[in-house]
Nanobody, 121 residues
Framework: QVQLVESGGGLVQPGGSLRLSCAAS????????MGWYRQAPGKQRELVAT???????NYADSVKGRFTISRDYAKNTVYLQMSSLKPEDTAVYYC???????????????WGQGTQVTVSS
């Protein structure tokens, strides 16, 4: 039905920057909200940031002031700009999209495949 493709992960030094992207494709849909989650080794998956169709954003306290979530609905894409990266930001980052498939008017959430972000010195 809908596929999410993530990109932009990699290895960066502490204090560096990285930009993640997640593009949705497939059936015709209407996006309600998009977000980013992350999971570090041995830890539970946590919410990083979300953005609604109206542009309202929400961030985890640990990333406020350093990360910025944005959207481009023309491209069905959500971005996560990460700055001042810290070793504790190391994790697999997953995007999530809450949407309605127009043909059936059904609501569902979809996950990206995950992209590795490693911050090391």
């Amino acid at each position: 039905q809908v596929q999410l493709v993530e990109s932009g992960g990699g290895l960066v030094q502490p204090g560096g920057s990285l930009r993640l992207s997640c593009a949705a494709s497939g059936s015709t849909f209407s996006i309600r909200a998009m977000g980013w989650y992350r999971q570090a080794p041995g830890k539970q998956r946590e919410l990083v940031a979300t953005i609604t169709s109206g542009g309202s954003t929400n961030y985890a306290d640990s990333v406020k002031g350093r990360f910025t979530i944005s959207r481009d609905y023309a491209k069905n894409t959500v971005y996560l700009q990460m700055s001042s990266l810290k070793p504790e930001d190391t994790a697999v980052y997953y995007c999530n999209v809450d949407l309605i498939i127009i043909a059936t008017m059904t609501r569902n959430a979809y996950w990206g495949q995950g992209t590795q972000v490693t911050v090391s010195s």
